[in-house]
């Protein structure tokens, strides 16, 4: 008498999962604070508030890591891009003035290989760790036929919180203000579709060889993980008034310094002042990519940009590389008439 059809035979091994979560709570548990109530398992994450708030304001950012997760693949590397869904989200909240409190992954695959997804879990608790918020829950969702062999998809969001006094939002900006850039570790999660498109499909370079103009396996550098900058922010915010701060993602420095700035003001940026990590020539020459698109398509170089009153600005920078960020005076806030709201100089 044949057996009946069962989950398994549909393509989805529940002890799997089971086993997956059994690995996650240990790394999950490291990232706990205080706020936290309970802990992996449940149906839903329980957070509470810092005490000692007056108005406390909860902060939102969600996203995902986009077509690097092809090199990790390619690769079959999966640790680091973890830690990059976590810094796209937290370093967007952390903009905002906020401290994240939580965070929340959403990993989705064809068949769940258990080894692949706790690679990528720890890489998320260890960017928890990095921010200094806790790996609150999350969601592992087996989707027979959906996914290619070995791939998978990541999203994710953290919440946090800030005083409604103490916002930051960019309507302080002013002329004069000193533009600080903090340096970028590289691509961080952007751009991978022209990258990939220029060094493995026109140029034709292997991940795995050592490049030159990189000194190191292309592979490394595509896959250096963002750069979470919360600590150094939350420490910024406390040696010093600070007008705006910018996560350069998606659209570069053209597309999002403008979101942080009133309508009044524009920036100018000099670009001999910061140094970009080789990456991103090797891009431009390997495909003849123009100025223009490389700078709307990356960030590069600078993955986080701030506008600080000049009384401020020699404090703050002190405090941020205390932190272990690389940073440098970039340009000046200047009164905006006409023309793009950003000027590369």
């Known amino acids: 008498m044949s057996s009946g059809l069962s989950y398994r035979d549909a393509g989805v091994d529940i002890d799997a999962g089971d086993e997956l979560v059994r690995r996650i709570k240990p790394l999950a548990e490291r990232t706990r604070i205080p706020e936290q109530l309970g802990g992996i398992g449940g149906f839903a994450g329980l957070c509470g508030l810092p005490l000692g ?41 952390a903009t905002t003035g906020a401290r994240p409190l939580f965070f929340l992954d959403y990993f989705a695959t064809g068949k769940l290989e258990v080894e692949q997804a706790a690679k990528v879990i720890e890489g998320i608790a260890e960017g928890c760790s990095q921010a200094g918020c806790s790996l609150l829950g999350g969601e ?59 060094l493995l499909e026109r140029a034709g370079l292997s991940l795995e060889a050592v490049h030159p103009a990189l000194g190191e396996p292309l592979v490394d550098a595509l ?21 705006s701060l910018c996560h ?55 993955g ?24 440098q005076r970039v340009g000046r806030a200047v009164s905006y008439t006409a023309g793009p709201r950003v000027i590369l100089k």
């Not at 403008?258 to 431009?284: Q, S």
């Open 53 to 93: 708030m007056k108005e406390p304001v909860l902060v939102s950012g969600t996203d995902g890591v986009g077509t690097k997760l092809k090199v990790a693949f390619l690769a079959n590397r999966h640790h680091t891009v973890g830690i990059d869904l976590v810094a796209m989200c937290v370093n967007d909240v």
């Open 140 to 198: 592992t969702a087996e989707l027979p036929g959906f996914y290619g062999g070995g791939e998978y998809d990541l999203a994710g969001f953290a919440v946090g919180v800030v005083e409604k006094s103490a916002i930051v939002d960019g309507k302080k900006v002013s002329a004069g203000d000193v533009v600080l850039g903090v340096s970028s570790s590289g691509l961080h999660s952007n751009g991978y579709s022209l990258a990939r498109k220029a």
């Open 223 to 243: 896959l250096r993980p963002t750069r979470i900058y919360v600590k150094a922010i939350l420490a910024a915010l406390a040696a010093g008034e600070v007008h």
């Open 248 to 302: 350069v993602t998606g659209g570069g420095l053209p597309e999002n310094l403008p979101r942080v700035l009133p309508a009044n003001v524009a920036l100018e940026l000099d670009t001999t002042r910061w140094k970009r990590p080789p990456i991103f020539d090797l891009i431009k020459q390997s495909a003849n990519v123009e100025d223009s698109e490389m700078y709307r398509t990356f960030n590069m170089g600078l």
């Open 304 to 327: 986080l940009v701030m506008c600080v009153p000049e009384r401020d600005a020699d404090a703050v920078q002190r405090t941020l590389e205390g932190a272990g960020e690389t940073v």
